[in-house]
């Protein structure tokens, strides 16, 4: 007896499938669809997070193993990308070197928003004379020249272990962290880049954030709250900050790939993270511009890297950009 196969309805399959899935699910199709630049930038962002996460099992060598027996190996099947003129694996060090970007480009515009929404939110909801004072402040803190202010910095407090006061140190557990305390090995040694850019970013925040509640003080709703006797810290947390949490967002995106690119603007300088440890703007600097000529992919391959994920990064924020601000939905 022919056993007769009877075909699932799709209704039946989506029922299946929790609704917060499927809303988020029917969200990002949309996304991709309305914003495929933005899509890639999302699908970036998600891989150098997945690479750096694994980046202890997905690292072939130790990341400052030499091997002074393969110095400047061309890629080939047993060093992916080559080796620099130690011998160490590229391969390696790129994959190391990717817990960098994401804990300074996550790191940064976290302080970066926080410091913009605690700067701009007083300024702007209380006014008067705090609002006068700390604009001033704010004007002399976008009017100096990022670069030199952030190279001041660094060169003040100091890298990985021999900064001011000892900021900057990390811990001692070697060169090769232990599975899963990457993340505390790293920062250590990025605190004072992610302090210093987030510090630095938050300045132009605190304006964005001082006009949006300017804008949002006016409203009728606020009165109401008053008028109830709703206290400054209940009205700016239960009104005020989930009015402006879609623009804290965009800024965010925005400073990802600007974090990114000054990290490796100033690792390739020497004022960043300093060796062994190794960063996409101090592989670029030290092995591709010492010895880049004749041994081409010491430079290709870390400035690949970052202009991807700097390209990525600031496509997936004008996305969201175009998506969450209000005065742009109808534009585009």
Request: charged fraction near 15%.
């Amino acid at each position: 007896m022919a056993i007769r196969e009877q075909a699932i309805p799709l209704e039946a399959l989506e029922a299946q499938v929790p609704a917060v899935w499927r809303r988020w699910l029917s969200g990002g199709l949309h996304f991709a669809r309305r914003k495929p630049l933005g899509a890639f930038g999302a699908l970036i962002l998600v891989l150098t997070l997945a690479v750096a996460v694994f980046s202890p099992w997905i690292a072939r060598y130790p990341y400052a193993e030499p091997h002074f027996s393969d110095t400047l190996q061309s890629p080939n099947g047993t060093y992916w990308f080559g080796t620099d003129v130690l011998g160490q694996d590229f391969f390696s060090r790129m994959v190391i070197g990717s817990q960098v970007t994401v804990l300074v480009g996550l790191g940064t515009v976290f302080v970066a928003a926080f410091l913009s929404v605690v700067v701009g939110g007083i300024s702007g909801y209380l006014g008067g004379r705090v609002d006068m004072i700390t604009q001033r402040v704010v004007d002399v803190w976008v009017a100096l020249p990022a670069i030199f202010l952030l190279i001041t910095f660094l060169s003040v407090l100091g890298t990985g272990g021999d900064g001011f006061l000892g900021v900057g140190r990390g811990p001692d557990v070697g060169l090769d962290p232990k599975d899963g305390d990457w993340v505390w090995y790293t920062f250590f040694r990025s605190s004072v880049v992610i302090f210093s850019l987030g510090i630095i970013f938050a300045g132009y925040g605190a304006r964005i954030v001082r006009s949006a509640v300017l804008a949002i003080k006016e409203n009728v709703y606020m009165e109401a709250a008053r008028a109830l006797g709703a206290s400054n810290v209940r009205i700016m947390v239960h009104y005020v900050l989930p009015n402006i949490m879609p623009l804290v967002i965009v800024l965010a995106s925005v400073n990802l790939g600007a974090a990114v690119l000054a990290e490796a603007t100033v690792s390739f300088l020497g004022f960043g993270i300093q060796r062994p440890f190794p960063t996409w703007g101090g592989l670029l600097d030290v092995d591709g511009r010492v010895y880049g000529v004749g041994h081409e992919w010491l430079s290709i391959i870390p400035g690949l890297a970052i202009f991807v994920c700097v390209y990525a990064f600031n496509m997936l924020g004008d996305a969201l950009r175009d998506v969450l601000d209000p005065r742009l939905r109808g534009g585009r």
